[in-house]
């Protein structure tokens, strides 16, 4: 069908066409060149109580603690005192303490792992004040850190790497803002509520009386989106007729998936003054979406053969809304897991084995197949690093990046950022496997069950949201223990990415010499590519042989 060849690469040239505009927009923007909003900013700053100063790399961290900390507790205290506050017409009682820490875990860092149905659960008030300022702040940390990164690399011998407020403010306020409401127009446009007003009732064509839930949606839905955050207003997300009504939604929320975060790679190109070395990292980035894009694309297109008997038409129908169908399904399957979004419109648990699987892979990895927005460079620049010093010692010179030396400092926060995915998956979500109540957990028994575990705890730990259906992600203990992954897979990155941009700050810059491993070119493309797969995937080969690969393999028996 034309399609499968269409959809995609229009998909692809719609992320990566306005991707260098964007990225010097957002170099301006942080480097505070566009000021059309400056009272509004000043305003802001002095309500954070900073004066702009400059950080070094530590102040800079605790900073961004701090502030999510904040953030957590008060969204805590919003989801447990819902009942008592306004903007409630449903009179939804507060959630259970569990729930409630989970839900502040789960949009404080950038995750919005759902383990609720938010229509029949959260207020708008907890929905609009709580879940959306999250939403901003969160994708805009994101955004600082990979900022103070790209200046670590670009500067030298400095402590300095500028100011969390400050560029938090910025990127709020210049980017997302902007974006959110023209997004957020263009979807009211299409049909998704944006209201105040209580549900409303109705009687269906059976007799019986259900009610129609409305919602300030559309302002929700277009920063969810934008911000890599995930997620969604109401149970089903994306899939459901109000967030994303017609053909045109669809497509301007898949593509508004990727938009911020490739942009952010061309941002680094203005900062280490390198154009060619993001264009490197867009490639391979690029190329690994794409293989992904063809293994999911290719499998649902594929009659399910224990569903034979049924099909009437080519493809993997189950879990998908027929308004999309298989492909623009897949696309989004495989975008949403790359970008650390999490929102879905279609059931992942319904997909192809060895389509879950890449979608398992893309959170595996760390999520850097473009990735979250700011989330997804700088967890990409921890491979480029790797690469360039691997490299550097095969031919036995000083590993050197952008007349940087790599030191022994540094590859120690690069190797135990490497850990994060593992530890989060493999051992938090192996606890679970320890529990007498585990096969309640999962719900199924056999390899399909091990996939909803581990794509759940990948989810978690790759700050990703989207699940398996099926998984009890409302259990008490779930609640605790997807919370912990979220909090690990949010900042053991941040804090080891914060220290190597301390490190490569003060170091001197050497004269780039032909001696030097090449960031650009295919060589270094190649190479890059290999060390994402080797490095970020082999940990887990093991648990995927077991969980898709063999459930695959059953799929023979039908």
């Known amino acids: 069908m034309w399609q499968e060849m269409i959809y995609p690469v229009a998909f692809v040239l719609l992320v990566l066409l306005p991707a260098p505009l964007l990225g010097n927009y957002l170099y301006r923007v942080f480097e505070g060149?566009?000021?059309?909003?400056?009272?509004?900013?000043r305003a802001t700053l002095f309500c954070c109580g900073t004066d702009g100063r400059e950080q070094d790399w530590k102040s800079y961290t605790l900073s961004l603690l701090a502030f999510n900390g904040a953030g957590f507790g008060l969204l805590f205290l919003i989801l447990m005192a819902q009942g008592l506050l306004p903007l409630n017409p449903q009179q939804l009682p507060g959630l259970n303490w569990q729930l409630a820490f989970n839900t502040a875990v789960s949009f404080m860092t950038n995750t919005n792992w759902q383990a609720y149905s938010g229509e029949a659960s959260l207020s708008y008030f907890s929905q609009m004040v709580g879940l959306t300022t999250q939403n901003f702040v969160s994708a805009a940390t994101g955004a600082a850190v990979a900022v103070a990164m790209f200046r670590g690399i670009a500067r030298q011998q400095t402590t300095h790497l500028g100011n969390f407020w400050l560029d938090l403010v910025r990127f709020c306020l210049y980017v997302l803002l902007p974006m959110s409401l023209i997004l957020a127009l263009?979807?009211?446009?299409?049909?998704?509520?944006?209201?105040?007003?209580?549900?409303?009732?109705?009687?269906?064509?059976?007799?019986?009386?259900?009610l129609l839930p409305l919602g300030p949606a559309a302002s929700q839905i277009a920063i969810k989106q934008l911000g890599s955050n995930g997620g969604g207003?109401?149970?089903?997300?994306?899939?459901?007729?109000?967030?994303?009504?017609?053909?045109?939604?669809?497509w301007l929320e898949m593509v508004a998936l990727l938009t911020l975060a490739a942009a952010m790679v061309f941002t680094l190109g203005r900062y280490v003054k390198d154009m060619a070395h993001s264009r490197a990292i867009v490639i391979a980035m690029t190329i690994m979406l794409a293989l992904g894009l063809f293994v999911s694309i290719t499998q649902e297109m594929k009659l399910d053969p224990a569903l034979t008997h049924l099909a009437s038409e080519a493809g993997n129908w189950e879990g998908k809304e027929s308004r999309f169908g298989p492909v623009l399904s897949s696309i989004w399957e495989v975008a949403t897991t790359a970008a650390s979004n999490g929102s879905v419109n279609a059931m992942h648990d319904s997909f192809a084995p060895l389509s879950?699987?890449?979608a398992m892979?893309?959170?595996?990895?760390?999520?850097?197949?473009?990735?979250?927005?700011?989330?997804?460079?700088?967890?990409?620049?921890?491979?480029?690093?790797?690469?360039?010093?691997?490299c550097g010692l095969m031919v036995g010179r000083t590993p050197t990046y952008l007349g940087k030396r790599l030191g022994i400092t540094e590859m120690k926060w690069v190797v135990a950022s490497m850990l994060v995915m593992p530890v989060g998956v493999l051992v938090i979500g192996g606890v679970t496997l320890l529990m007498p109540d585990a096969a309640t957990i999962i719900g199924h028994d056999g390899p399909h069950g091990l996939s909803r575990l581990i794509y759940a705890y990948a989810s978690a730990a790759g700050n990703n949201g989207s699940a398996f259906a099926g998984f009890a992600a409302g259990d008490n203990w779930q609640c605790i223990a997807i919370g912990l992954a979220m909090l690990l897979g949010r900042f053991g990155y941040?804090?080891?990415?914060?220290?190597?941009?301390g490190q490569l700050a003060r170091a001197p810059r050497q004269e780039i010499s032909e001696g030097d491993f090449p960031i650009r070119g295919l060589l270094f493309i190649t190479l890059l590519i290999i060390t994402v797969l080797l490095i970020g995937g082999l940990s887990f080969l093991p648990v995927l042989a077991l969980g898709p690969v063999a459930e695959h393999l059953m799929l023979g028996a039908f």
Do not use: K
Request: proline share 6%; aromatic share 12%; with cysteine.
């Open 494 to 501: 941040i804090i080891p990415i914060m220290a190597i941009a």
């Open 361 to 390: 892979i893309n959170m595996l990895l760390g999520e850097v197949v473009f990735g979250g927005v700011g989330a997804g460079i700088y967890g990409m620049m921890l491979f480029v690093l790797l690469t360039v010093f691997l």
């Open 186 to 210: 263009l979807l009211v446009w299409q049909g998704v509520p944006q209201s105040l007003s209580a549900y409303l009732p109705f009687h269906t064509l059976e007799g019986q009386e259900q």
């Open 356 to 358: 879950g699987m890449v």
């Open 33 to 41: 060149q566009c000021r059309w909003l400056a009272p509004v900013e």
């Open 233 to 250: 207003f109401f149970g089903i997300n994306s899939a459901h007729p109000f967030e994303n009504p017609t053909a045109l939604s669809n």
